[in-house]
């Protein structure tokens, strides 16, 4: 007598009567192995029944309503910012993951030699094997993701798509440039070059002239009332550790409103 649990629905058997390809076979095969130990069907379907509970409650849109498939298609290039944006995003995000490699946040050397953060971004420009090209795509990435962010901002404006019942999502859209102009500004800071010197010092001074708070504003952002270590390592850890995880986050909420709510089109 075998031990062996029998299977309540004889998945082999029904596999064999099939007519299945070998690549449909390793996937069944894989897929009742993880079923048997982790349930994964089970919550494939609660997902399932999720999205099709979701979707029944998603409100049609104008063109949907009115049958417009046709009479506004020269608005459509416009709807597609926020998704370009999110591209630029995620090319700016993967590139400057693979610079953090050799860029190193330090303002000077021990020895007195020129910073050390600039000659690490010299390295990459002038030594690094695709160096430039690298810098140059997480450069321009987050310029089009700036010039993106802020045409998608102006389109939903002007077509009205911040009325109700959207205005919790434009709220957030307005979170979400904001933090779009951080990160610039903050990896502005970065190559500690001249340029970097002197926006960082416009940047304290704009923070020293905001009545009753401004003195702690600027040292809780720039570490003090003139650049320093402190001003680079502040910058650094903004842009590479809390902002991506606060800005991913909020991109998932808003794509996810978008999603629950639908495209409100030109009407």
């Known amino acids: 007598m075998s031990l062996e649990r029998k299977d309540e629905h004889d998945h082999k058997g029904w596999m ?29 379907e609660i997902l399932e029944d999720l999205y099709y509970k979701v979707n029944m409650q998603m409100p049609k849109s104008h063109t949907e309503q009115y ?21 630029a995003y995620i090319v700016a995000a993967i590139s400057g993951a693979l610079l953090g490699f050799y860029y190193a946040p330090a303002a000077a050397a021990a020895d007195g030699s020129p910073t050390v953060a600039y000659d690490s971004v010299l390295i990459i420009m002038g030594q690094l094997n695709l160096g430039y090209f690298l810098r140059s795509v997480h450069r321009w990435a987050a310029q089009i993701m700036v010039a993106a962010v802020f045409l998608h901002m102006l389109r939903v404006y002007f077509t009205g798509a911040y009325k109700e019942p959207r205005e919790l999502n434009w709220l957030i859209g307005i979170v979400l440039i904001s933090l779009t102009l951080v990160f610039g500004y903050t990896g502005y800071l970065l190559p500690w070059s001249q340029l970097s010197y002197w926006a960082g010092q416009i940047g304290v001074e704009m923070s020293l002239s905001i009545p009753l708070i401004g003195e702690w504003v600027a040292q809780l952002m720039f570490g003090g009332f003139t650049l320093s270590q402190a001003t680079l390592q502040r910058m650094y850890i903004l842009h590479v550790f809390f902002l991506p995880f606060i800005t991913t986050a909020v991109i998932a909420v808003h794509i996810g409103i978008v999603w629950m709510q639908g495209i409100a089109e030109p009407h």
């Open 16 to 44: 064999k009567k099939r007519d299945l390809s070998p690549i449909e076979t390793v996937y069944l095969t894989a897929l009742i192995w993880l079923d048997k130990r982790l349930r994964v069907v089970d919550y494939l």
């Open 67 to 87: 049958n417009l498939d046709n009479k506004f298609w020269y608005w459509y290039p416009l709807y597609a910012l926020g998704s370009f944006s999110t591209v």
